[in-house]
């Protein structure tokens, strides 16, 4: 007989496992083995200190905190053996042709930038998480945050992926 603590993990994981692996997909860069691996490894950390989480409301920022500390200090999480594709095969549902083309586009575009700017990006436009939230997740200044932020954009609109307007814009936000 499961205990209440087990319960309640089962139902986080099955609530939030979905959300929890895309943001692992967009950390690691598109690649889903490594994106379940990752995701399953904070899970892991979760239901151990799923007594000291305290609220449930807690636990997926708990979860996802962990995910990008591991991806940032853990460059050992690819197995050897894995032979990586080119691109991350997506089923097809009919009508979904440009989503499933925006969401390789935009792992692409997540895999040129180094693991802690990635977080930076995936937390930020992705989670929507302010500056001060995200030094939190990552545990260092909000300057840092600023500047890590200011080199990836600043790379992928070297790399002509991203337009001048755009990179106004998000500084215009910061500002606010």
């Not at 099955?14 to 943001?23: D, H, V």
């Not at 945050?145 to 070297?158: M, P």
């Amino acid at each position: 007989m499961r205990n209440g603590r087990d319960e309640a993990f089962t139902a986080f994981m099955a609530a939030r496992y979905g959300s929890l692996l895309r943001t692992a997909t967009l950390l690691t860069g598109g690649g889903r083995t490594r994106a379940e691996d990752l995701a399953q490894e904070a899970l892991l950390r979760t239901y151990r200190a799923w007594n000291r989480i305290g609220r449930l409301e807690a636990a997926e920022a708990y979860t996802r905190t962990t995910m990008v500390r591991l991806l940032i200090k853990d460059r050992r999480r690819q197995w050897s053996a894995e032979i990586p594709a080119e691109q991350v095969p997506e089923t097809l549902r009919p009508g979904h042709e440009e989503q499933v083309t925006t969401a390789v586009a935009v792992r692409e575009l997540l895999r040129t930038v180094p693991p802690a700017q990635r977080a930076v990006l995936v937390l930020r436009f992705y989670h929507q998480l302010t500056e001060r939230e995200i030094a939190d997740v990552l545990g260092c200044s909000p300057g840092t945050v600023k500047s890590r932020s200011a080199r990836a954009l600043s790379t992928l609109r070297d790399q002509g992926f991203l337009s001048a307007s755009l990179l106004d814009r998000e500084r215009g936000s910061a500002d606010d």
